[in-house]
């Protein structure tokens, strides 16, 4: 089976879920087209399929539930512990700025979501954020499609620039226009409409197959703090995916404590003390200080304060000023000295918008810090969704997170199914 149709009977409830509201009196039996358009339902046909996802999918929820049983929480840590004295202002993030960010992600006071819920909230995130990549890419190879009864070298050119356009990569793409054209003529497939198909399946399949590791949970330590160290270049995204992905477990009854080692930036420690308070989570701070110092006394108070989970937001840095990313290493180093296994995750983190420079970025970050994951932001504001496949292609780390918007809640698990759904789908 191939990939839109699997994508379209796995997501199947979304249609049936629009249809019920639109038509309320027609009865649910009605609105099927057919039993085995059923969600979850899988047919012998798609077993293939599903057992190529079942390595990239995570069990993510499964993880989290086992930590959160081995580490039993103390007491409630919703405190803000602020070293600074003299709170300043940064010129870049001024505290309005601050403020409108924290209202646009203020939390919504109804009831909590049932899991239904929640599962629904979290796929309108990834088909809402992935709006300008599904029509930079997918209605642009609807439209080639529509406007071409053949398919000619012409076609392939234009397929390749819609690729590229959409951050797939030119090797990558030249590779796949090169794989789907000599599958086509073996197959001897003249419409376009299944060429495309062809070529989106090849897409998946070779993500799929890419070396690597394909885990998207976090690593957890197996006892005492996890430890995830977040770098990059300037203005990416850090600290709010810190200030994210703080919110995210101490929802999950996780006990958290920032640490702001972005000493050199003016402003940046109040930033992560202000997103720290909203959360309710202790930070560590002491503003122009050696980062890996307070690195050092940062693992000290975890594991003696039992924390679960330590995020260390580091300044954000150029790849070619190696003064900057010899810091980088210093702060791995004298982690170590505390918790040899740490940092437990080293997630590199890149704006989307910034396309194949980011996959350059990693490349030389990688030479200072042994990367685990990246974190794709600002997924929401670019065309460029194909950054992903770019990203398994090149560097074969696995992407674990991604932004979907500016809201605390806007960061989500990187999952590729519902991933592919918003970029090829998104209904
Ligand atoms: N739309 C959107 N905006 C985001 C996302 N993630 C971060 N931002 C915005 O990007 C801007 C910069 O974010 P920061 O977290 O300050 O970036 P940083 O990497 O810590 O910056 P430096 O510390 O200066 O290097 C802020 O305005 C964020 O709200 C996202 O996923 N979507
Ligand atoms: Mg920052």
Wanted: with cysteine; proline share 4%.
């Amino acid at each position: 089976m191939g990939l839109i149709k699997f994508l379209k009977e796995k997501f199947a409830h979304r249609k049936e879920e629009k249809e019920e509201k639109t038509s309320p009196a027609v009865s649910n039996e009605e609105n099927k087209t057919s039993s085995e358009e059923k969600p979850g339902q899988i047919n012998e046909e798609n077993k293939p399929l599903e057992s190529q996802k079942d390595e990239i999918n995570t069990s993510f929820d499964k993880t989290l539930d086992t930590t959160a049983k081995a580490i039993t929480p103390k007491e409630d840590t919703a405190q803000v512990k602020e070293v600074s004295s003299q709170p300043v202002i940064s010129e870049a993030k001024d505290k309005t700025t601050l403020n409108n960010e924290a209202e646009a992600s203020e939390k919504n006071p109804e009831e909590p979501l049932s899991d239904k819920e929640k599962e629904k909230s979290i796929e309108d995130k990834y088909v809402a954020g992935l709006d300008k990549s599904r029509v930079g890419f997918t209605e642009r190879l609807k439209k080639l499609a529509n406007s071409h009864k053949v398919i000619n070298q012409e076609y392939f050119d234009n397929l390749e620039r819609i690729l590229i356009e959409a951050d797939v990569g030119v090797n990558l793409s030249l590779e796949l226009i090169k794989e789907t054209s000599i599958e086509a003529s073996a197959k001897s497939i003249t419409d376009p409409n299944e060429l495309n198909d062809l070529l989106i399946d090849k897409m998946f399949v070779g993500y799929a197959n890419r070396g690597g590791s394909f885990q998207t949970e976090l690593n957890f330590a197996k006892e005492g703090p996890t430890v995830v160290l977040m770098c990059g270049v300037n203005g990416v995204g850090k600290t709010t995916t810190v200030a994210k992905l703080a919110k995210k477990y101490k929802d999950r009854g996780m006990k958290v404590l920032l640490v702001a080692a972005d000493t050199f930036r003016a402003g940046a420690v109040e930033q992560l003390a202000f997103w720290a308070k909203k959360v309710g989570v202790d930070i560590l701070t002491r503003p122009n200080s050696d980062p890996a110092s307070l690195c050092y006394d940062a693992l000290n108070k975890a594991k003696a304060e039992g924390y679960q989970l330590v995020l260390v937001d580091t300044a954000g840095r150029l790849q070619n000023k190696k003064g900057l990313m010899d810091e980088l290493s210093k702060i791995v180093r004298v982690m170590k000295k505390i918790i040899p296994e740490a940092p437990h995750e080293s997630l590199l983190v890149i704006d989307a918008n910034t396309g194949q420079n980011g996959i350059d970025q990693a490349s030389v970050f990688r030479d200072s810090v042994p990367l685990t994951g990246i974190v794709i932001t600002k997924m929401d504001g670019t065309s460029k969704g194909g950054i992903i496949l770019s990203i398994r292609d090149q560097l074969a780390l696995p992407v674990k997170f991604i932004g979907l918007g500016e809201k605390m809640d806007d960061l989500e698990e990187f999952d590729l199914d519902k991933y592919l759904y918003g970029l090829l789908i998104g209904e």
